[in-house]
DNA sequence: CGTTTCTTTGAGGATATTCAATTTATGTGG
DNA sequence: CCACATAAATTGAATATCCTCAAAGAAACG
Protein backbone atom coordinates (compact mmCIF):
# COMPACT_ATOMS: atom_id res chain seq x y z
CA UNK A 1 0.00 0.00 0.00
CA UNK A 2 1.60 3.24 -1.36
CA UNK A 3 1.95 6.43 0.67
CA UNK A 4 -0.94 8.34 -1.38
CA UNK A 5 -3.37 5.21 -0.15
CA UNK A 6 -2.39 5.95 3.20
CA UNK A 7 -3.05 9.07 3.23
CA UNK A 8 -6.35 8.58 2.15
CA UNK A 9 -7.43 6.56 4.92
CA UNK A 10 -5.88 8.82 7.19
CA UNK A 11 -8.23 11.43 6.30
CA UNK A 12 -10.67 10.18 8.11
CA UNK A 13 -9.33 9.04 11.08
CA UNK A 14 -9.94 11.10 13.88
CA UNK A 15 -6.80 11.08 15.49
CA UNK A 16 -5.12 13.02 12.29
CA UNK A 17 -7.94 15.44 12.33
CA UNK A 18 -6.96 18.99 11.70
CA UNK A 19 -3.86 17.38 9.63
CA UNK A 20 -2.98 19.26 5.84
CA UNK A 21 -2.66 16.31 3.46
CA UNK A 22 1.07 17.41 3.29
CA UNK A 23 1.27 16.49 7.34
CA UNK A 24 -0.73 13.31 6.85
CA UNK A 25 1.97 12.20 3.99
CA UNK A 26 4.54 12.95 6.55
CA UNK A 27 2.75 10.84 8.90
CA UNK A 28 1.80 7.88 6.38
CA UNK A 29 5.62 7.75 5.59
CA UNK A 30 6.69 7.34 8.86
CA UNK A 31 3.85 4.00 9.28
CA UNK A 32 4.45 0.86 9.58
CA UNK A 33 2.25 -1.49 7.98
CA UNK A 34 1.47 -4.86 9.64
CA UNK A 35 -1.22 -7.68 8.56
CA UNK A 36 -3.05 -9.85 10.83
CA UNK A 37 -5.15 -12.70 9.75
CA UNK A 38 -7.92 -13.68 11.50
CA UNK A 39 -7.14 -14.36 15.21
CA UNK A 40 -4.11 -13.37 15.03
CA UNK A 41 -2.89 -10.55 17.66
CA UNK A 42 -0.37 -7.63 17.60
CA UNK A 43 0.49 -8.01 20.77
CA UNK A 44 -0.81 -9.20 24.08
CA UNK A 45 -2.10 -8.00 27.80
CA UNK A 46 0.80 -7.34 29.92
CA UNK A 47 3.94 -6.83 27.36
CA UNK A 48 5.69 -3.62 27.26
CA UNK A 49 3.90 -1.02 25.20
CA UNK A 50 6.15 0.11 22.20
CA UNK A 51 4.00 1.27 19.11
CA UNK A 52 0.66 3.52 18.10
CA UNK A 53 -1.95 1.35 16.15
CA UNK A 54 -3.98 2.74 13.70
CA UNK A 55 -6.42 0.23 12.19
CA UNK A 56 -6.42 0.55 8.06
CA UNK A 57 -9.33 -1.96 7.23
CA UNK A 58 -10.44 -5.16 9.29
CA UNK A 59 -12.21 -5.32 12.85
CA UNK A 60 -10.35 -6.07 15.78
CA UNK A 61 -11.94 -7.33 19.65
CA UNK A 62 -9.99 -5.45 22.76
CA UNK A 63 -10.70 -9.02 25.34
CA UNK A 64 -9.38 -7.97 28.93
CA UNK A 65 -8.62 -11.11 31.05
CA UNK A 66 -8.57 -11.92 34.39
CA UNK A 67 -5.74 -13.23 36.36
CA UNK A 68 -7.93 -16.28 36.63
CA UNK A 69 -8.55 -16.69 33.08
CA UNK A 70 -11.52 -15.07 32.92
CA UNK A 71 -12.55 -12.98 29.45
CA UNK A 72 -13.69 -9.24 29.11
CA UNK A 73 -14.52 -7.91 25.93
CA UNK A 74 -13.92 -4.00 26.48
CA UNK A 75 -14.99 -3.14 22.74
CA UNK A 76 -14.90 -3.90 18.83
CA UNK A 77 -12.89 -1.79 16.92
CA UNK A 78 -13.19 -0.60 13.17
CA UNK A 79 -11.48 1.15 10.56
CA UNK A 80 -9.74 4.34 11.71
CA UNK A 81 -9.58 3.40 15.51
CA UNK A 82 -6.94 4.29 17.81
CA UNK A 83 -5.26 1.15 19.84
CA UNK A 84 -2.20 0.91 22.18
CA UNK A 85 -1.51 4.91 22.58
CA UNK A 86 -2.63 5.26 25.63
CA UNK A 87 -0.14 2.21 27.21
CA UNK A 88 2.26 3.87 25.11
CA UNK A 89 1.55 7.68 26.38
CA UNK A 90 1.25 6.52 29.67
CA UNK A 91 4.67 4.04 29.96
CA UNK A 92 2.85 1.26 31.52
CA UNK A 93 2.26 -2.38 29.60
CA UNK A 94 -0.90 -2.47 27.23
CA UNK A 95 -3.91 -3.40 29.62
CA UNK A 96 -5.19 -5.42 27.09
CA UNK A 97 -5.00 -7.61 23.89
CA UNK A 98 -6.38 -6.75 20.64
CA UNK A 99 -7.52 -9.74 18.32
CA UNK A 100 -8.40 -9.38 14.76
CA UNK A 101 -11.91 -10.52 14.14
CA UNK A 102 -11.25 -10.57 10.48
CA UNK A 103 -7.99 -10.42 8.38
CA UNK A 104 -7.17 -6.48 8.91
CA UNK A 105 -4.24 -4.16 8.26
CA UNK A 106 -2.85 -1.81 11.23
CA UNK A 107 -0.41 1.36 10.75
CA UNK A 108 2.06 1.43 13.33
CA UNK A 109 4.75 3.66 14.97
CA UNK A 110 7.52 3.39 17.34
CA UNK A 111 7.05 5.46 20.51
CA UNK A 112 9.97 7.53 19.57
CA UNK A 113 8.62 8.53 16.22
CA UNK A 114 5.54 8.96 17.36
CA UNK A 115 6.48 11.15 19.91
CA UNK A 116 8.25 13.50 17.05
CA UNK A 117 5.05 13.01 15.25
CA UNK A 118 3.02 14.58 18.30
CA UNK A 119 5.35 17.23 18.56
CA UNK A 120 5.37 18.21 15.18
CA UNK A 121 1.60 18.34 14.88
CA UNK A 122 -0.27 19.65 17.69
CA UNK A 123 -3.72 18.90 16.64
CA UNK A 124 -2.45 15.09 17.68
CA UNK A 125 -2.50 16.16 21.03
CA UNK A 126 -6.07 17.44 21.35
CA UNK A 127 -7.59 14.50 19.39
CA UNK A 128 -6.02 12.29 21.48
CA UNK A 129 -7.37 13.55 24.30
CA UNK A 130 -10.79 13.91 23.15
CA UNK A 131 -10.74 9.81 21.51
CA UNK A 132 -9.60 8.69 25.01
CA UNK A 133 -12.25 11.06 26.33
CA UNK A 134 -14.80 9.27 24.31
CA UNK A 135 -13.88 6.24 25.48
CA UNK A 136 -13.70 7.12 29.18
CA UNK A 137 -17.58 8.53 28.55
CA UNK A 138 -18.54 4.76 26.73
CA UNK A 139 -17.08 3.17 29.60
CA UNK A 140 -18.75 5.17 31.97
CA UNK A 141 -21.53 4.15 30.44
CA UNK A 142 -21.06 1.11 30.04
CA UNK A 143 -20.21 0.70 33.47
CA UNK A 144 -23.48 2.23 34.80
CA UNK A 145 -25.21 -0.12 32.95
CA UNK A 146 -23.73 -2.92 33.97
CA UNK A 147 -24.27 -1.60 37.87
CA UNK A 148 -27.89 -1.05 36.92
CA UNK A 149 -29.46 -3.03 34.37
CA UNK A 150 -30.65 -6.59 34.15
CA UNK A 151 -29.20 -8.90 31.53
CA UNK A 152 -31.98 -8.73 29.35
CA UNK A 153 -31.46 -4.92 28.82
CA UNK A 154 -28.00 -4.79 28.47
CA UNK A 155 -27.57 -7.17 25.53
CA UNK A 156 -30.31 -4.65 24.13
CA UNK A 157 -28.16 -2.13 24.85
CA UNK A 158 -25.15 -3.95 23.28
CA UNK A 159 -26.25 -4.74 19.93
CA UNK A 160 -27.90 -1.01 19.62
CA UNK A 161 -24.61 0.00 20.08
CA UNK A 162 -23.20 -2.41 17.31
CA UNK A 163 -25.94 -1.04 15.67
CA UNK A 164 -25.26 2.35 15.77
CA UNK A 165 -21.39 2.26 15.60
CA UNK A 166 -21.21 0.31 12.53
CA UNK A 167 -24.78 -1.25 11.85
CA UNK A 168 -25.88 -1.33 7.54
CA UNK A 169 -29.09 -0.84 6.18
CA UNK A 170 -30.30 -4.38 4.39
CA UNK A 171 -33.83 -5.09 3.04
CA UNK A 172 -34.91 -7.11 5.88
CA UNK A 173 -33.46 -4.00 8.96
CA UNK A 174 -30.10 -3.00 10.44
CA UNK A 175 -26.85 -5.29 9.90
CA UNK A 176 -24.18 -5.82 12.20
CA UNK A 177 -21.08 -6.45 9.55
CA UNK A 178 -19.43 -9.06 11.46
CA UNK A 179 -19.45 -12.26 13.05
CA UNK A 180 -20.42 -12.33 16.47
CA UNK A 181 -20.79 -15.35 18.47
CA UNK A 182 -23.00 -15.61 21.56
CA UNK A 183 -20.19 -16.55 23.85
CA UNK A 184 -18.68 -12.86 22.46
CA UNK A 185 -21.78 -11.14 23.23
CA UNK A 186 -21.43 -12.94 27.02
CA UNK A 187 -18.37 -11.74 27.35
CA UNK A 188 -19.52 -8.10 26.43
CA UNK A 189 -22.32 -7.60 28.57
CA UNK A 190 -21.01 -9.28 31.70
CA UNK A 191 -23.41 -12.60 31.02
CA UNK A 192 -23.07 -16.40 30.44
CA UNK A 193 -23.31 -17.24 27.01
CA UNK A 194 -26.42 -19.06 28.20
CA UNK A 195 -27.97 -16.80 28.78
CA UNK A 196 -27.35 -15.02 25.92
CA UNK A 197 -28.59 -17.62 23.88
CA UNK A 198 -31.89 -17.63 26.00
CA UNK A 199 -32.36 -14.48 25.68
CA UNK A 200 -31.84 -13.84 21.33
CA UNK A 201 -33.84 -17.05 20.83
CA UNK A 202 -36.47 -15.36 22.67
CA UNK A 203 -36.37 -12.19 20.40
CA UNK A 204 -36.54 -14.17 17.21
CA UNK A 205 -39.08 -15.73 18.61
CA UNK A 206 -40.82 -12.64 18.39
CA UNK A 207 -39.35 -11.77 15.21
CA UNK A 208 -37.01 -8.84 16.45
CA UNK A 209 -33.58 -9.86 15.29
CA UNK A 210 -32.28 -13.24 12.86
CA UNK A 211 -29.08 -14.77 12.04
CA UNK A 212 -27.25 -17.57 12.97
CA UNK A 213 -23.91 -19.06 13.73
CA UNK A 214 -21.52 -17.60 11.43
CA UNK A 215 -23.86 -15.10 9.36
CA UNK A 216 -24.19 -11.50 10.66
CA UNK A 217 -26.84 -10.51 12.77
CA UNK A 218 -29.90 -8.40 11.22
CA UNK A 219 -32.09 -6.72 13.32
CA UNK A 220 -35.69 -6.41 11.87
CA UNK A 221 -36.90 -4.38 14.61
CA UNK A 222 -34.55 -1.95 16.15
CA UNK A 223 -37.39 0.09 17.84
CA UNK A 224 -38.19 -2.86 19.80
CA UNK A 225 -34.89 -3.08 21.34
CA UNK A 226 -35.03 0.27 22.39
CA UNK A 227 -37.99 -0.50 24.12
CA UNK A 228 -36.54 -3.45 25.50
CA UNK A 229 -33.26 -1.62 26.38
CA UNK A 230 -35.26 1.72 28.09
CA UNK A 231 -37.96 0.17 29.99
CA UNK A 232 -37.68 0.30 33.47
CA UNK B 1 -5.70 32.55 48.81
CA UNK B 2 -2.38 34.15 46.71
CA UNK B 3 -0.60 33.31 44.01
CA UNK B 4 2.82 31.71 45.73
CA UNK B 5 -0.16 29.36 47.73
CA UNK B 6 -1.38 28.17 44.70
CA UNK B 7 1.90 27.53 42.93
CA UNK B 8 2.69 25.64 45.80
CA UNK B 9 -0.80 23.13 44.99
CA UNK B 10 0.02 23.14 41.56
CA UNK B 11 3.38 21.70 41.84
CA UNK B 12 1.83 18.66 43.44
CA UNK B 13 -0.22 18.29 40.28
CA UNK B 14 -0.18 15.72 37.75
CA UNK B 15 -1.73 17.82 34.98
CA UNK B 16 1.08 20.49 35.79
CA UNK B 17 3.87 17.93 35.92
CA UNK B 18 7.09 19.68 34.02
CA UNK B 19 6.03 22.81 34.33
CA UNK B 20 8.51 25.45 35.47
CA UNK B 21 7.50 27.92 38.79
CA UNK B 22 7.67 30.78 36.52
CA UNK B 23 4.74 28.50 34.19
CA UNK B 24 3.01 27.68 37.29
CA UNK B 25 2.71 31.45 38.01
CA UNK B 26 1.13 31.76 35.20
CA UNK B 27 -1.52 29.25 35.59
CA UNK B 28 -2.11 30.01 39.32
CA UNK B 29 -2.49 33.54 37.96
CA UNK B 30 -5.35 32.83 35.45
CA UNK B 31 -7.00 30.24 38.09
CA UNK B 32 -10.42 31.13 39.98
CA UNK B 33 -10.91 29.93 43.45
CA UNK B 34 -14.56 28.13 43.70
CA UNK B 35 -15.42 26.90 47.48
CA UNK B 36 -18.03 24.31 47.85
CA UNK B 37 -19.55 23.66 51.21
CA UNK B 38 -20.46 19.55 52.12
CA UNK B 39 -22.87 18.31 49.75
CA UNK B 40 -22.41 21.48 47.07
CA UNK B 41 -21.70 21.10 43.22
CA UNK B 42 -19.56 23.27 41.27
CA UNK B 43 -21.85 21.68 37.73
CA UNK B 44 -23.93 19.30 37.01
CA UNK B 45 -24.48 16.34 34.85
CA UNK B 46 -25.97 16.94 31.54
CA UNK B 47 -24.77 20.85 31.93
CA UNK B 48 -23.02 22.76 28.67
CA UNK B 49 -19.29 22.36 30.12
CA UNK B 50 -17.82 25.41 30.89
CA UNK B 51 -14.74 25.07 32.75
CA UNK B 52 -11.83 23.00 33.43
CA UNK B 53 -11.18 22.57 37.49
CA UNK B 54 -8.33 21.25 39.71
CA UNK B 55 -9.51 20.31 43.53
CA UNK B 56 -6.98 22.03 45.47
CA UNK B 57 -7.84 20.61 49.13
CA UNK B 58 -11.16 18.50 49.99
CA UNK B 59 -12.84 15.56 48.32
CA UNK B 60 -15.33 15.14 45.50
CA UNK B 61 -17.52 12.08 44.75
CA UNK B 62 -18.15 11.92 41.34
CA UNK B 63 -22.11 10.82 40.41
CA UNK B 64 -23.80 9.81 37.43
CA UNK B 65 -27.57 9.21 37.32
CA UNK B 66 -29.52 6.82 35.09
CA UNK B 67 -32.67 8.41 33.35
CA UNK B 68 -34.77 6.49 35.90
CA UNK B 69 -32.84 8.20 38.48
CA UNK B 70 -30.67 5.24 39.55
CA UNK B 71 -26.89 6.69 40.66
CA UNK B 72 -23.99 5.21 40.38
CA UNK B 73 -20.20 6.31 41.91
CA UNK B 74 -17.70 6.26 39.35
CA UNK B 75 -14.54 7.75 41.89
CA UNK B 76 -13.94 9.62 44.53
CA UNK B 77 -11.47 12.35 44.30
CA UNK B 78 -9.02 14.41 46.21
CA UNK B 79 -6.46 17.18 46.39
CA UNK B 80 -4.63 17.55 42.82
CA UNK B 81 -7.49 15.72 40.87
CA UNK B 82 -9.14 16.66 37.58
CA UNK B 83 -12.69 17.94 36.84
CA UNK B 84 -14.22 18.60 33.56
CA UNK B 85 -11.78 18.65 31.16
CA UNK B 86 -13.14 15.63 29.20
CA UNK B 87 -16.16 17.30 28.50
CA UNK B 88 -14.80 20.70 27.94
CA UNK B 89 -12.65 19.45 25.49
CA UNK B 90 -14.70 17.39 23.88
CA UNK B 91 -17.35 19.87 23.86
CA UNK B 92 -20.28 18.21 25.16
CA UNK B 93 -22.06 18.35 28.24
CA UNK B 94 -20.84 17.32 31.82
CA UNK B 95 -21.45 13.55 31.87
CA UNK B 96 -21.58 13.54 35.59
CA UNK B 97 -22.21 15.61 38.45
CA UNK B 98 -19.62 16.58 41.54
CA UNK B 99 -20.77 16.40 44.51
CA UNK B 100 -18.28 17.66 47.36
CA UNK B 101 -18.12 15.25 50.36
CA UNK B 102 -16.20 17.71 52.35
CA UNK B 103 -16.16 21.46 52.63
CA UNK B 104 -13.35 21.58 49.39
CA UNK B 105 -12.17 24.53 47.38
CA UNK B 106 -11.39 24.22 43.75
CA UNK B 107 -9.28 26.15 41.04
CA UNK B 108 -11.05 26.55 37.42
CA UNK B 109 -10.37 28.28 34.27
CA UNK B 110 -12.85 29.00 31.27
CA UNK B 111 -12.25 26.60 28.45
CA UNK B 112 -10.78 29.59 26.45
CA UNK B 113 -8.09 30.65 29.56
CA UNK B 114 -7.06 27.16 29.44
CA UNK B 115 -7.05 26.36 25.90
CA UNK B 116 -4.57 29.28 25.70
CA UNK B 117 -2.37 27.97 28.75
CA UNK B 118 -2.39 24.37 26.94
CA UNK B 119 -0.97 26.13 23.42
CA UNK B 120 1.52 27.69 25.81
CA UNK B 121 2.42 24.99 27.89
CA UNK B 122 3.35 22.19 25.49
CA UNK B 123 3.42 19.57 28.91
CA UNK B 124 -0.09 20.43 29.74
CA UNK B 125 -1.29 18.03 26.79
CA UNK B 126 0.68 14.90 27.43
CA UNK B 127 -0.10 15.44 31.33
CA UNK B 128 -3.83 15.24 30.11
CA UNK B 129 -3.90 12.30 27.83
CA UNK B 130 -1.66 10.10 30.70
CA UNK B 131 -3.83 11.39 33.16
CA UNK B 132 -7.46 10.54 31.14
CA UNK B 133 -5.67 7.09 30.06
CA UNK B 134 -5.27 6.29 33.49
CA UNK B 135 -8.57 6.55 34.77
CA UNK B 136 -9.23 4.78 31.49
CA UNK B 137 -7.85 2.18 32.55
CA UNK B 138 -9.22 2.20 35.46
CA UNK B 139 -12.76 2.35 34.78
CA UNK B 140 -11.33 -0.94 32.24
CA UNK B 141 -10.51 -2.92 35.64
CA UNK B 142 -13.70 -2.37 37.28
CA UNK B 143 -15.66 -3.14 34.43
CA UNK B 144 -14.24 -6.66 34.42
CA UNK B 145 -14.90 -6.77 38.32
CA UNK B 146 -17.90 -5.82 37.98
CA UNK B 147 -18.43 -7.99 34.85
CA UNK B 148 -16.81 -11.20 36.37
CA UNK B 149 -16.77 -10.67 40.08
CA UNK B 150 -19.50 -11.36 43.14
CA UNK B 151 -20.43 -8.89 45.23
CA UNK B 152 -18.19 -9.93 48.27
CA UNK B 153 -14.81 -9.31 46.35
CA UNK B 154 -15.85 -6.16 44.36
CA UNK B 155 -16.71 -4.67 48.06
CA UNK B 156 -13.33 -5.79 48.93
CA UNK B 157 -11.50 -4.50 46.10
CA UNK B 158 -13.13 -1.03 46.23
CA UNK B 159 -12.42 -0.92 49.71
CA UNK B 160 -8.50 -1.82 49.16
CA UNK B 161 -8.35 0.65 46.03
CA UNK B 162 -9.05 3.36 48.03
CA UNK B 163 -6.65 2.39 50.79
CA UNK B 164 -4.18 2.75 48.25
CA UNK B 165 -5.02 6.01 46.52
CA UNK B 166 -5.71 7.71 50.06
CA UNK B 167 -5.17 5.06 53.16
CA UNK B 168 -3.43 6.59 56.43
CA UNK B 169 -1.48 4.21 58.36
CA UNK B 170 -2.94 4.74 61.90
CA UNK B 171 -2.53 2.74 65.17
CA UNK B 172 -5.12 -0.26 64.56
CA UNK B 173 -4.25 -0.46 60.97
CA UNK B 174 -5.06 1.55 57.69
CA UNK B 175 -7.50 4.06 57.41
CA UNK B 176 -9.91 5.64 54.79
CA UNK B 177 -9.74 9.65 55.21
CA UNK B 178 -13.53 10.24 54.61
CA UNK B 179 -16.64 9.46 55.63
CA UNK B 180 -18.02 6.98 53.35
CA UNK B 181 -22.12 5.46 53.78
CA UNK B 182 -22.87 1.57 53.09
CA UNK B 183 -25.11 3.59 50.71
CA UNK B 184 -21.94 5.03 48.90
CA UNK B 185 -20.12 2.06 48.94
CA UNK B 186 -23.32 0.45 47.33
CA UNK B 187 -23.11 2.69 44.51
CA UNK B 188 -19.85 2.25 44.07
CA UNK B 189 -19.44 -1.47 43.67
CA UNK B 190 -22.63 -1.88 42.20
CA UNK B 191 -25.00 -3.58 44.47
CA UNK B 192 -27.26 -2.40 47.51
CA UNK B 193 -26.60 -1.01 51.08
CA UNK B 194 -28.09 -3.83 52.47
CA UNK B 195 -25.60 -6.06 51.30
CA UNK B 196 -23.23 -4.05 51.59
CA UNK B 197 -24.51 -3.93 55.11
CA UNK B 198 -24.24 -7.55 56.01
CA UNK B 199 -20.85 -7.97 54.06
CA UNK B 200 -18.82 -5.28 56.38
CA UNK B 201 -21.01 -6.81 59.66
CA UNK B 202 -19.51 -9.85 59.25
CA UNK B 203 -16.12 -8.50 58.13
CA UNK B 204 -16.88 -6.36 61.61
CA UNK B 205 -16.97 -10.07 63.28
CA UNK B 206 -14.30 -11.13 61.79
CA UNK B 207 -12.02 -7.74 63.00
CA UNK B 208 -11.10 -7.23 59.48
CA UNK B 209 -12.61 -3.64 59.99
CA UNK B 210 -14.17 -1.34 62.04
CA UNK B 211 -15.61 2.10 62.06
CA UNK B 212 -19.11 3.08 62.94
CA UNK B 213 -21.71 5.19 60.49
CA UNK B 214 -19.97 8.99 60.19
CA UNK B 215 -16.15 7.84 61.36
CA UNK B 216 -13.36 6.72 59.32
CA UNK B 217 -13.63 3.33 58.31
CA UNK B 218 -10.19 1.51 59.59
CA UNK B 219 -8.95 -1.27 58.68
CA UNK B 220 -6.96 -3.57 60.61
CA UNK B 221 -6.47 -6.48 58.67
CA UNK B 222 -5.94 -5.26 54.86
CA UNK B 223 -4.36 -9.13 54.03
CA UNK B 224 -7.60 -10.30 54.78
CA UNK B 225 -9.45 -8.04 52.01
CA UNK B 226 -6.58 -9.10 49.87
CA UNK B 227 -7.12 -12.47 49.90
CA UNK B 228 -11.43 -12.29 49.83
CA UNK B 229 -10.52 -10.06 47.37
CA UNK B 230 -8.17 -12.39 44.94
CA UNK B 231 -9.92 -15.55 46.60
CA UNK B 232 -10.62 -17.71 43.24
C1' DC C 1 -35.61 15.16 73.23
C1' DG C 2 -37.85 14.36 69.28
C1' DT C 3 -36.94 13.86 64.39
C1' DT C 4 -34.42 12.44 60.70
C1' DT C 5 -31.09 9.69 58.63
C1' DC C 6 -28.40 5.71 58.39
C1' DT C 7 -27.71 0.97 59.52
C1' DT C 8 -28.81 -3.65 60.70
C1' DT C 9 -31.11 -7.94 60.18
C1' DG C 10 -34.65 -11.31 58.71
C1' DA C 11 -37.58 -13.69 55.41
C1' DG C 12 -38.98 -14.62 50.87
C1' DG C 13 -38.34 -14.54 46.14
C1' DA C 14 -36.39 -13.48 41.42
C1' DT C 15 -32.84 -13.41 38.27
C1' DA C 16 -29.28 -15.50 36.37
C1' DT C 17 -25.71 -19.08 36.92
C1' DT C 18 -24.16 -23.72 36.92
C1' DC C 19 -24.46 -28.32 35.47
C1' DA C 20 -25.85 -31.47 32.03
C1' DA C 21 -27.38 -33.21 27.76
C1' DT C 22 -28.64 -32.59 22.96
C1' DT C 23 -28.87 -30.41 18.61
C1' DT C 24 -27.00 -27.92 14.93
C1' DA C 25 -23.49 -25.95 12.22
C1' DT C 26 -18.88 -25.78 10.44
C1' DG C 27 -14.60 -27.59 8.94
C1' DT C 28 -11.48 -31.38 7.48
C1' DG C 29 -9.51 -35.34 5.54
C1' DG C 30 -10.28 -39.21 2.94
C1' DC D 1 -18.63 -34.93 -1.67
C1' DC D 2 -19.50 -37.42 2.20
C1' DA D 3 -18.41 -38.91 6.99
C1' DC D 4 -16.56 -37.70 10.82
C1' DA D 5 -14.73 -34.58 14.21
C1' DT D 6 -14.99 -30.28 16.35
C1' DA D 7 -16.99 -26.18 17.80
C1' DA D 8 -21.06 -23.44 18.77
C1' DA D 9 -25.67 -23.02 20.17
C1' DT D 10 -29.84 -24.54 22.43
C1' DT D 11 -32.59 -25.99 26.13
C1' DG D 12 -33.95 -28.01 30.69
C1' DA D 13 -33.47 -28.57 35.60
C1' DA D 14 -31.48 -27.45 39.92
C1' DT D 15 -29.19 -24.14 42.62
C1' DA D 16 -27.00 -19.90 44.35
C1' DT D 17 -26.47 -15.31 44.85
C1' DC D 18 -28.30 -11.30 45.64
C1' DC D 19 -32.29 -8.27 45.69
C1' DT D 20 -36.62 -6.71 47.46
C1' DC D 21 -39.66 -5.94 51.04
C1' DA D 22 -40.25 -5.13 55.80
C1' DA D 23 -39.31 -3.73 60.35
C1' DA D 24 -36.66 -2.31 64.04
C1' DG D 25 -32.50 -0.40 66.11
C1' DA D 26 -28.77 3.11 66.51
C1' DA D 27 -26.59 7.30 65.68
C1' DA D 28 -26.62 12.19 64.42
C1' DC D 29 -28.89 16.68 64.27
C1' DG D 30 -31.31 20.71 65.63
Do not use: C
Not at 95 to 104: K, R
Not at 109 to 133: D, H, T, Y
Request: charged share 25%.
Amino acid sequence: MDVAARVAIFERVPLFAGLTPQDLEVVAREAHEYRLKKDQQPFQQGEPATHHYVIGWGRVRLDQTTPEGQNVILRFMGPGDLLGSVAVLREVPYPATPIAIEDSMLLRWSAGRFAELMQRFPPISLNAIRIVGGRLQDLQDRLRELATQRVERRIASALLRMVRQSGRRVERGVEIPFVISRNELAELTGTTLHTVSRTLSAWEQEGILSGKRSSHLIIAKPHRLVEIAEQA
